[in-house]
């Protein structure tokens, strides 16, 4: 089974920073199934990131994945104020498994 | 446009049974496999179980394989989870969701299940 790991858990950061959250797999995913969500609160997760590197439709492209193997990142290039949230990444294989989160908050 | 609706969430006591069912609309319905995914009170994402197109394929997280049964009917564009033999760590928002060539592109706003006794 795969383990899903990121990191950090909390990162602070002030609007129009740039944001860069790490994914990191315990044995290697194809990137064909590395997903990445965001989470509000009171809220469904919203698909932002699949394949690794898509954008899901409607996302703006200041959001952008990359990685392979076992290490995935998401960059946010400038946070905008709608952009503090929770951000989880999946392999969505056969088993799919979501990794822990992490939160970005106002610093 | 995309909607899927759950609902059947409720208070059941450890050992019980529950049914959720989640309506969907605004796509075609059979075209596409469908999951539930649950979160835990202030808790991360979990995976729970999904289904094929046809109901042919189907498969679930360990932690509920043997008490959980997903279902789906097309004629009704409606998806199911039968929860039986429920546990306290069971207690979650569950929500369904869409997979296309996108993993869970949609979501509904999910239900609750609390097992307490």
């Known amino acids: 089974e795969i383990v899903l790991t990121q990191s950090p858990g909390t990162l602070s950061l002030s609007p129009g920073e740039r944001a860069t959250l790490s994914c990191r797999a315990s044995q290697s995913v194809s990137s064909s199934y590395l997903a990445w969500y965001q989470q509000k609160p009171g809220q469904a997760p919203r698909l932002l990131i699949y394949g690794a590197s898509s954008r899901a439709t409607g996302i703006p492209d200041r959001f952008s994945g990359s990685g392979s193997g076992t290490d995935f990142t998401l960059t946010i290039s400038r946070l905008e104020p709608e952009d503090f949230a929770v951000y989880y990444c999946q392999q969505y294989g056969s088993s799919p498994r979501f990794g822990p989160g992490t939160k970005v908050d106002i610093k | 446009q995309v909607q899927l609706v759950e609902s059947g969430g409720g208070l059941v006591k450890p050992g019980g049974s529950l049914r959720l069912s989640c309506a969907a609309s605004?796509?075609?319905?059979?075209?596409?496999?469908m999951s539930w995914i649950r979160q835990a009170p202030g808790k991360g994402l979990e995976w729970v179980s999904y289904?094929?197109?046809?109901?042919?394929?189907?498969n679930y997280a360990d932690s509920v394989k043997g008490r959980f049964t997903i279902s789906r009917d097309n004629a009704k564009n409606s998806l199911y989870l039968q929860m039986n033999s429920l546990r306290a760590e069971d207690t979650a928002v569950y929500y369904c969701?869409?997979?296309?060539?996108?993993?869970?592109?949609?979501w509904g706003q999910g239900t609750l299940v609390t097992v307490s006794s």
């Open positions: 289904i094929s197109s046809s109901s042919s394929y189907t």
């Open positions: 969701a869409r997979d296309g060539e996108d993993p869970h592109d949609y």
């Open positions: 605004g796509f075609t319905f059979s075209d596409y496999y």
